[in-house]
């Protein structure tokens, strides 16, 4: 994945840098002394992932992100874990049914948790596409995407579903979507990492247990996607 920062969206590139392994693009993007704003586009470039932020120089007064750690599921493990980056995409979700959200199964690291629908990018597609094709796949369901919400990144040692130790690194990109005709959720794509999926009230989300990155993105956006009666 390659990240972009522009002054404005009508201005050339003033930074520009391949995400490396365990790298938080926020962290990076402070490293090369800019602020980023907003997350613009993520598109497919030449077989890459780009991500294009509206970024401002970095002052004084700007404090530096705050420090990520990695998180060690095995640290008492011998063997060396195998090094491993996924691009994923994922979308917010409303419709007049509420916020889509779907259950993790047992063949994830934290089954039962609620997340936000989305997925692995294969090679050849945009996150775009991706994000559309894991919904349905998820849900069932038909998405409009609006706009990227954010890019997030997470960084950890653990067991994948094939019993590997990786040293993984997950970059999502977190669109903001809705869907105009609602339906019963039905997930297509059985025995994966989604054991189910529903519509969840807008007032009871966050009586949910989301995975962690989950519930961040929900407390900083949902607001600023739905009308403010429905989260009472």
Not at 25 to 36: I, Q, Y
Not at 212 to 224: C, E, K, Q, Y
Request: aromatic share 6%.
């Amino acid at each position: 994945m390659r990240v972009v920062g522009v002054p404005s969206p009508i201005h050339s590139p003033v930074v520009q840098f391949t995400v490396g392994h365990g790298a938080h693009p926020v962290e990076t993007l402070h490293h090369h002394g800019w602020v980023p704003l907003q997350p613009l586009s993520a598109r497919l470039a030449e077989d890459d992932i780009v991500v294009t932020f509206l970024v401002r120089a970095a002052g004084r007064s700007d404090p530096r992100p705050r420090r990520r750690h990695i998180v060690h599921e095995e640290p008492t493990a011998q063997e060396p874990p195998v090094a491993h980056q996924r691009v994923g995409a994922y979308a917010l979700v409303t419709s007049p049914r509420g916020l889509l959200g779907t259950v993790n199964s047992s063949l994830t690291g934290a089954p039962g948790t609620w997340t936000l629908p989305g997925g692995g990018v294969d090679p050849g597609e945009s996150p775009a596409e991706a994000v559309v094709r894991e919904v349905y796949e998820e849900s069932g369901q038909y998405i409009r995407l609006e706009r990227v919400l954010a890019l997030q990144s997470d960084h950890w040692i653990g067991r994948s579903v094939t019993g590997v130790l990786e040293d993984f690194h997950a970059l999502r990109v977190v669109y903001a979507a809705t869907c105009s005709a609602p339906s019963d959720p039905v997930v297509h794509d059985l025995g994966g990492s989604t054991e189910r999926a529903g519509w969840v009230p807008m007032d009871a989300w966050r009586k949910l247990h989301w995975t962690i990155s989950s519930r961040a993105l929900l407390t900083r956006h949902i607001r600023d996607l739905v009308p403010p009666q429905s989260l009472k």
